[in-house]
């Protein structure tokens, strides 16, 4: 049990806002790399509007920022 709760990676069974962070972290994953970057940053700005304060989708958000070019929102990320 304390393994699949390790990090958040491993959502319990019934944890139902953990398997949602998963399945966006994967859509995400699909747009950007297809390149598709205004949906990639769709997804992750949706995201941590509906699960706020979550570190490992507000790291996630501001290495893309970084990324794209938006130093200035990767900045207030971190």
């Known amino acids: 049990d304390q393994q699949q709760q390790m990090f ?9 806002r953990a398997k949602y962070i998963i399945v966006c972290f994967e859509i995400f994953r699909v747009h950007q ?12 700005t949706r995201l941590n509007e509906k699960v706020p304060n979550h ?6 958000l ?7 070019g938006k130093k200035v929102e990767a900045i207030s990320l971190f």
């Open 8 to 16: 958040g990676l491993f959502p319990k069974k019934n944890d139902r």
């Open 33 to 44: 790399r297809s390149q598709d970057f205004r949906n990639a940053y769709s997804i992750l």
């Open 55 to 60: 570190p490992m989708i507000i790291s996630r």
């Open 62 to 68: 501001g290495r893309f920022c970084l990324e794209i």
